[in-house]
């Protein structure tokens, strides 16, 4: 599994060039609180200073910067460009279908509609430390909404327009929101998106709610609940477009945003105001060698840590132009990314390895067509990188130009954690390269051994960051067992990575029962809840499997209870079902029926050797002596031929 290409990217002056990355980590490291400091006051406008940098435990999950400085991040992405920037472009929208108009708001008409829609949000009843859920499209209005929110102090919670009433409903009951922002509709790829539709069965069993504030993005009808309803456009028409920006504590929490975790429900990640925003404005400027002329794109949807980091808090905070895109990769057509990248001058491009698969499969002709002279870097983040696609990246989009910058990080990290820099390092195809300033990852062994040199183990961070998450929304407790409790004095990331000679990490995914599908993380225990909802399952196991495009896909292991017989009606209700629970996304690529699962004598199921069997590995099962009844798996070995 050694590296096979090592680039030098030759001529243009990066910010960062070998010998800089390498001193400023240095100091990073030596002085953490000196680093972390100049950072802060080069990055963010702070109201009141800080007494301490930095003040963490690992032992008690217990993490702390900026102690007692108050800013509001909504003035830092706003008011503080209104002197240069005002006329400067902060948002450049890009409908999903390409011949609606794009949109431009400039940095002035951004701070005014945030302003407006404070003032909306306010009259609603939203105060300090409220939380508002926000279900939207891709659209400007949910970074106006979500930056009103930070106006106000109020927390914002985005869910994802791919899931479902359920998820919805279960996300808004986890952290009480008072409000939700919904539109009538999605457009992604030529298709409606029932968002208001979704939002309304949401509603019945969300008591919190109070009201449903509706964007327009479309012209299709929709139910409307009298009393609960308001129109988004109808109330920032009437509302003031000044609202003072509500002096906040550092870490008084920015918003929450769930994920999947490898059991229960999925988990509220809570981020701070002030170390978060420190941290993703400096890697948003280091990472994407940031220049003031910048048209930065990334692809990601809002309702993902991506949207939140590298399209509202890192970008605006650093007065950047943001291009925001609607759409899907593959519409109209496969060129589709390039025309865009054309028509807008995109010079910095972030997009998930996924997206580069799914165009690699439809030809270079896609590509080729477009011009693409105006990007300079290229990044990829989700998920392991393979070297085919990073090298189509390169040389087929980049034309062997722009570096590709390949960044590991997680929803919990808040940014960018192990990243090459433009530049500043040598890149290997398939290598997250090395850890951003201030970060020391570590690699440990099962017994929680720090390991040396070149290693293959589980990653961990052996210090504090500031983007770092600071709780679980409710469950501190789970917090400190999930991520600390695994290896003492240590943040465990739940993946595993090798380290090679020249200290580079390779991601060699997750170590839990957490699989990475198009880079969205599904819990396997969430799966197996929903299919177990349905009478006919006694039960079901989900691993991950190896697919093509998405990385991983979901397959399931179902056994049917007595009575049940099956079917590919069966298949497909039991899709159904999963799509109802928690959305698309979740949906099992492969259900394969079982007479049994693989269990231990102590009735854990043995998920690795499901995993085994799933992506074709029969000859290398391992021992499976500890089974048991170890006929099971030569069953499921003959009937999943069957089944084909
Ligand atoms: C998991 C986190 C970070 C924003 C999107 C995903 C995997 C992420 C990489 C990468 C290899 C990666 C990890 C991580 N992952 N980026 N560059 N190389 N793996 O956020 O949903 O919280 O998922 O995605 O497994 O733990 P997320």
Not at 283 to 309: L, N, P
Not at 361 to 374: H, I, K, L, P, Q
Not at 586 to 591: G, N, T
């Amino acid at each position: 599994m050694e590296e096979k290409t090592v680039y030098n990217m030759p001529g243009y002056s990066w910010n960062i060039n070998e010998k800089k990355y390498q001193d400023f980590y240095r100091q990073s490291i030596k002085d953490s609180d000196l680093f972390w400091e100049t950072q802060a006051k080069q990055l963010v406008q702070w109201k009141k200073s800080w007494t301490k940098v930095q003040n963490w435990d690992f032992y008690t999950g217990t993490i702390r910067w900026y102690e007692e400085a108050t800013l509001n991040v909504s003035e830092n992405c706003l008011d503080r460009h209104l002197q240069k920037r005002a006329d400067k472009i902060a948002i450049i929208w890009e409908p999903d279908n390409p011949d609606e108009p794009t949109r431009i708001i400039r940095y002035a008409e951004l701070h005014r509609q945030v302003c407006k829609c404070a003032s909306v949000l306010s009259d609603l009843g939203v105060r300090k430390g409220d939380r508002v859920c926000i279900y939207l499209p891709m659209i400007p209005e949910a970074a106006v909404c979500m930056l009103a929110c930070a106006r106000i102090g109020a927390i914002h919670s985005v869910v994802f327009g791919g899931f479902s009433p359920e998820s919805l409903a279960g996300r808004i009951n986890d952290s009480k929101s008072k409000i939700l922002i919904t539109a009538d509709q999605g457009l992604r790829g030529g298709r409606y998106i029932p968002l208001k539709a979704n939002a309304d069965k949401a509603c019945h069993q969300t008591p919190s709610i109070e009201k449903v504030l509706v964007v327009q993005r479309g012209k299709q009808d929709i139910n409307w609940v009298a009393g609960r309803d308001v129109w988004y456009h109808e109330q920032m028409e009437k509302a003031s477009d000044m609202y003072d920006a509500v002096e906040m504590d550092a870490e008084d929490p920015l918003f929450i945003l769930y994920t999947s975790g490898s059991t229960g429900k999925p988990k509220g990640i809570v981020h701070s105001s002030g170390g978060y925003l420190v941290y993703t404005a400096c890697t948003f400027k280091y990472v994407f060698d940031y220049r003031e002329d910048d048209v930065y794109w990334c692809t990601a949807d809002v309702g993902w840590i991506t949207g939140h980091s590298y399209i509202v808090y890192g970008p605006l905070s650093t007065g950047a132009t943001v291009l925001m895109f609607e759409g899907v990769p593959t519409y109209p057509d496969a060129s589709r990314f390039w025309h865009v990248v054309d028509k807008h001058r995109v010079s910095v491009f972030y997009t998930a390895p996924t997206a580069i698969r799914a165009l690699i499969a439809r030809g270079n002709e896609f590509v080729t067509c477009t011009d693409r002279s105006s990007l300079r870097v290229l990044g990829t983040v989700g998920e392991p990188i393979n070297p085919e696609a990073w090298e189509w990246y390169y040389r087929i989009v980049g034309k062997q130009r722009c570096p590709v910058i390949d960044t590991w990080w997680q929803t919990e990290t808040g940014g960018i954690m192990i990243t090459s820099l433009p530049g500043a390092m040598n890149m290997k195809p398939g290598s997250a390269s090395l850890p951003f300033f201030g970060n020391v990852p570590a690699i440990v062994d099962d017994k929680g051994n720090v390991l040396q040199g070149e290693a293959n183990g589980n990653l961990v961070l052996t210090r504090s960051w500031p983007g770092q998450m600071r709780s679980i929304y409710g469950d501190h407790e789970r917090y400190v067992k999930m991520y600390f409790s695994t290896y003492p004095g240590n943040y465990f990331t739940g993946d595993g990575a090798r380290r090679d000679k020249d200290g580079f990490y390779w991601i060699t995914g997750r170590v839990d029962d957490v699989i990475n599908v198009s880079g969205h993380r599904i819990g396997t225990a969430e799966v197996e809840s929903a299919l177990v909802l349905h009478e006919s399952v006694a039960e079901a196991a989900v691993v991950g499997c190896p697919h093509e495009i998405k990385g991983q896909g979901i397959y399931a292991y179902v056994t049917l209870c007595d009575g049940y017989e099956p079917s590919d009606e069966l298949q497909q209700t039991l899709r159904g079902v999963v799509r109802k629970e928690i959305g698309g996304l979740a949906v099992p690529d492969v259900i394969q029926w079982a007479n049994a699962l693989p269990k231990t004598r102590s009735g854990k199921i043995m998920r690795r050797i499901l995993r085994k069997i799933a992506a074709n590995e029969v000859e290398s099962l391992g021992d499976i002596s500890t089974l048991a009844d170890s006929t099971v798996v030569e069953k499921l070995i003959i009937q999943k031929k069957q089944q084909k």
